[in-house]
Structure formats: C-alpha cells, structure tokens
C-alpha cells in the first residue's frame, strides 16, 4: 500500500516534528523475573517454564532482586530519582502470548523517575528527558504457521512459545522531545544509540536489537509550526535496528503531513515498521490506559530499595560512554570531529587497544585516522573490518620508532599483514623490508651515485649544497626506498664534501 508522503526537507516548513521513545530491554538475568526458569536465549518451545510464568492458578510471583538492581542501576546511569516506595501493577489484557491475562508490570509508582540524556548530532547537544524507567516482564511469542503467505492473516494456525514469557523487561520512558525540527530522526537515532551503549557499559543486557533484547517503540506527531498544542502521535512498534529509529520518524513525519495537509486527522494508533521499503502501516487503534484497568499487584510486596543499596549502586557505576569520549579525546588530543568519526566507525576500541599494545596516542591515531581509514575506504569495508589487530598496528608503530623501517616501508608491512602473512616484524623479515644501516650494500649504492653524477658533484662542492638531493634520491632509487634518507645524506656529506 503506498500513501502520499510529502517531502522530507517540505514537511518542516509547515510543521515541527515531536518524538517520544519507549525502549525495552530485556536484562541479561540468570532467571526469569518472578520464578526461577533460565532465561538463555534459543532453546526448544516451551522448555523452559513453570507455574508462575505460565501463570497457572496458587503459583506466586517472587521478585528477582537482580533485575532489581539492573533496574536502579539504569535510573542512575541516567541521572533518575530513585523511588524510596514503589509497586508493581497488573496490565490487564487479552492476547495469547500472554499466560496469564494481565503483564506484570509498574504503572504510577516506577522505581525511576525525571533523568535525562544528552545525545549529540552534528556538533548540537539535544537533552532528552527521561520520563520514568520501570520493570515489568517480558510476553511470550507468537509463531504464525502455514497458509498461502505464512503471514499472521492468512496462516492456518498459530503456536505460542513461553520461553520468552516472563524475562524482566526495563521500559526506558523519554519526555515528549521538540525543538529537534529537521534533525528529528537522527536525535531519535542517537538516543537509542547512546542509551544502548550506557546499557552496554553496565552490563545489564547484551542489547542485541536483531535478537530483540532492545526493542524500540518510536512515537512521531506534526504540530503547525507556531502551534501551542502538540499534535496526535502514532506510535511504531518493536523498531529493530538503530537505521530503522531513525527511518520510521522519517516516514511518519512525510506520511503524517500528507494527512494533515489534505485536511485529515491523525489517529493515535500503532503502526508496523517495514524493513524492506522503510514504510510503516497501521496497527491497532491505542488503548488508552484505562483500558487497561491498571490496579497494584496483590501477590508481590512493593520495593523499598534502602538508600545506603542505592547509594553503593551509584558509587559502583563504571565510566559511561559520555565520560569515556571527553576522556579519550583529552588522551589522544582528538578534535571533536575525529572523535564523531571514530565513535561512528564503531572504531574507540582499536584505538584504545593499540595504545594499550603499547603505541603512542599520537601513533594510533596517525595510524587508524590515516593509512588504515584510507585502506578501509579503498576496500569499501568498515575500518573495523581490515584484517589487522590492534597488537599489530602497535607493533608497526614500534618498527618505525625503532627505526627499522621507515613511514614507506611500514606500509608495505602493512601490505602483508593485511595480506595475511603474518605479523608486521615477520613480515618485514620475509619481504626484506628493513631500512638499510650504514651497510656494505649502502656504502656501495653511495659510491656508485657519485661515480654516476660528477657534474652534480662538481656542483655542490662548488658551494650549491642542495644539489645534493639528486644524489640522495639515487641513492634512495638504487636502494629501492629501503635507505634512511638522513643517513644516506650524511654519507654523502662525508665523502663529497669531505665533512
Ligand atoms: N504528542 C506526542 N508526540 C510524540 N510523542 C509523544 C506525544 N505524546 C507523548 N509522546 C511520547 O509517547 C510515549 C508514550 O509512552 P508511554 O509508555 O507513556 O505510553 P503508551 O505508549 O500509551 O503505553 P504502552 O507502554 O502501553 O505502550 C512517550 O515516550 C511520550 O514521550
Ligand atoms: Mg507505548
Ligand atoms: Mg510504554
């Protein structure tokens, strides 16, 4: 189904764009949140449940102190107030993957509330407010079987598969986001760029958006510029990949002004996201929260977290990703935009890891910002992806300041490392690319420039002393750029000017 979408760049001069970020990660927990079933990722349907997550009648829920402190953990890493008192509360709704007719969830009293992030795009800091982050648990999944498409309407049948039912789930709730205009879709990009790599960093989940470990559910409405309402916002449900964040505001942003500029109105609703054409389509219609009959759960006591616990979560934090960019950036004296460049090529690592393997900052950054960024660009792969470790491009680096080789000799080591022969110091060994000491074979190669040129010799003892680099580039070309040409000139000096 195509709609009518009004161009990108169009879109802005009539409306402003508002975005909103429901993020749910699954937390990397030994067991379920209120039973003890595993939570490991891929095992056969329905092996692994009991009474609780399948929500059998007597089973009671247990809370998983764990995920917990995963939770808190999340609040403060992004600046949250952590509740003293807070409770879960039952989500009543109907839908198969759900054993037990409501999902255990918090409502009006989350463990963290009012943080926020800063995300950067194009040099500008965008604050994104953080609305509440709460723990609820995860459904089960519904697998559509047979019928001519295979597809949830025209299937034959459908299984349900309970494994997943259950898996603590945080939802990370943002603030209504305007004033973003044009840069929208990539400050709902970064977001959930940065937001998953904090969740990274802490340990908390593996994050993986292809397994469905984050899920994003990407909320976009137009208001009239000028406007003091905010528009009605549709609502793109489990949004798997950052790209797709960033091209589901996109589209909703076109198709919605579309609507708005033939006269109709925006539905709140939810809408499907499609990978392959970068559309979304519609859902259900939203239910409001009433709905859904929010009401505290009767069998789980409420958490307290006591403040001393909250206090040594906050004073156990690791180094964020924020603070380990201003960090690195002061080490390694990158501009800003290296940095961008760096953090974009997924690239803080190898760098960090060269200089741990004992490089010079100023030599990783020559290294990956120069040779390797041009080798990868030339192969058209991510500089991630060149065969060459962060050990070897130390070593490199090592072979230059030792004097082994020189800046044109350690790319063709570099040429052989990537070929896979082997580490730059063999490889110098075995393609004989060691510079040339004050050697027989340099002495020769001397002897033989000066034989060859006696008009240039004649002119620099004659007094023009830069005559000299004819020779000192015979020399070099005799020796096929293996000489250090400073040696090379002093030798010269000695035997034509006698000094
Ligand atoms: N006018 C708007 N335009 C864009 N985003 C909005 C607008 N109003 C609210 N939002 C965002 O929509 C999201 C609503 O999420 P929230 O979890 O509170 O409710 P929900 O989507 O109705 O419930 P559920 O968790 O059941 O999906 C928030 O991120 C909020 O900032
Ligand atoms: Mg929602
Ligand atoms: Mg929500």
């Given at each position: 189904m195509s709609e009518p979408l009004v161009e990108f760049d169009d879109v802005l001069t009539r409306y402003e764009p508002v975005i909103g970020l429901e993020t749910h990660v699954e937390l990397g927990t030994e067991s379920k949140m209120f039973c003890g079933c595993t939570t490991a990722f891929g095992a056969e349907p329905n092996t692994q449940t009991c009474?609780?997550?399948?929500?059998?009648?007597?089973?009671?829920?247990?809370?998983?102190?764990?995920?917990?402190?995963?939770?808190?953990?999340?609040?403060?890493?992004?600046?949250?107030?952590?509740?003293?008192?807070?409770?879960?509360?039952?989500?009543?709704?109907?839908?198969?993957?759900?054993?037990?007719?409501?999902?255990?969830?918090?409502?009006?009293?989350?463990?963290?509330?009012?943080?926020?992030?800063?995300?950067?795009?194009?040099?500008?800091?965008?604050?994104?407010?953080?609305?509440r982050v709460h723990l609820e648990e995860d459904t089960g999944k519904n697998l559509h079987v047979g019928g001519a498409t295979g597809r949830i309407h025209g299937a034959e049948y459908s299984l349900v598969d309970f494994n997943r039912a259950g898996i603590p789930l945080v939802e990370i709730v943002t603030r209504p986001v305007a004033g973003a205009g044009a840069k929208a879709p990539e400050v709902a990009r970064a977001y959930v760029t940065e937001l998953r790599e904090i969740i990274q960093t802490l340990g908390a989940s593996d994050v993986r958006m292809e397994q469905g470990s984050l899920r994003c559910d990407v909320n976009t409405s137009l208001a009239p510029v000028g406007s003091l309402e905010w528009g009605t916002r549709t609502e793109t449900k489990n949004v798997n990949s950052l790209r797709s964040v960033e091209r589901a505001v996109r589209y909703e942003m076109r198709r919605q002004a579309a609507v708005l500029d033939a006269g109709g109105r925006i539905v709140q609703e939810t809408r499907h996201f499609h990978e392959d054409t970068g559309s979304t389509s519609p859902g259900r219609s939203k239910e409001e929260a009433t709905d859904y009959r929010y009401f505290p759960e009767p069998d789980l006591v409420p958490l307290a977290p006591d403040a001393e616990w909250v206090e040594?979560?906050?004073?156990?934090?690791?180094?964020?990703?924020?603070?380990?960019?201003?960090?690195?950036?002061?080490?390694?004296?990158?501009?800003?935009?290296?940095?961008?460049?760096?953090?974009?090529?997924?690239?803080?690592?190898?760098?960090?890891?060269?200089?741990?393997?004992?490089?010079?900052?100023?030599?990783?950054?020559?290294?990956?910002?120069?040779?390797?960024?041009?080798?990868?660009?030339?192969?058209?792969?991510?500089?991630?992806?060149?065969?060459?470790?962060?050990?070897?491009?130390?070593?490199?680096?090592?072979?230059?300041?030792?004097?082994?080789?020189?800046?044109?000799?350690?790319?063709?080591?570099?040429?052989?490392?990537?070929?896979?022969?082997?580490?730059?110091?063999?490889?110098?060994?075995?393609?004989?690319?060691?510079?040339?000491?004050?050697?027989?074979?340099?002495?020769?190669?001397?002897?033989?420039?000066?034989?060859?040129?006696?008009?240039?010799?004649?002119?620099?003892?004659?007094?023009?002393?830069?005559?000299?680099?004819?020779?000192?580039?015979a020399v070099m070309k005799a020796t096929r750029g293996k000489a250090d040409a400073a040696t090379v000139r002093r030798m010269l000096e000695e035997r034509v000017l006698g000094s």
């Open positions: 009474p609780v997550c399948l929500g059998l009648p007597g089973s009671l829920p247990v809370a998983n102190a764990a995920a917990v402190e995963s939770t808190i953990r999340i609040g403060l890493a992004l600046g949250c107030r952590i509740a003293s008192w807070s409770r879960f509360a039952r989500k009543n709704y109907f839908y198969p993957d759900i054993p037990k007719g409501f999902q255990t969830s918090q409502y009006d009293e989350p463990l963290c509330t009012a943080g926020h992030l800063d995300v950067e795009v194009d040099g500008e800091t965008y604050r994104v407010e953080i609305e040594k979560l906050a004073a156990g934090l690791p180094e964020l990703p924020a603070a380990r960019r201003a960090r690195l950036r002061e080490e390694w004296g990158l501009s800003a935009t290296e940095m961008a460049w760096l953090v974009n090529a997924g690239a803080l690592g190898v760098v960090e890891g060269t200089v741990a393997a004992g490089a010079s900052p100023a030599d990783a950054r020559k290294w990956w910002l120069g040779e390797l960024a041009r080798r990868a660009n030339d192969a058209g792969v991510e500089l991630t992806a060149l065969p060459v470790t962060p050990r070897q491009v130390a070593e490199l680096s090592a072979l230059v300041a030792e004097g082994t080789v020189n800046d044109q000799l350690a790319r063709q080591a570099l040429d052989g490392v990537l070929a896979g022969e082997g580490d730059p110091r063999a490889v110098v060994e075995s393609r004989g690319l060691a510079v040339l000491g004050e050697s027989d074979e340099l002495v020769a190669a001397v002897d033989v420039a000066i034989a060859g040129a006696p008009d240039v010799v004649a002119k620099v003892q004659g007094g023009k002393v830069q005559a000299l680099g004819a020779l000192v580039g």
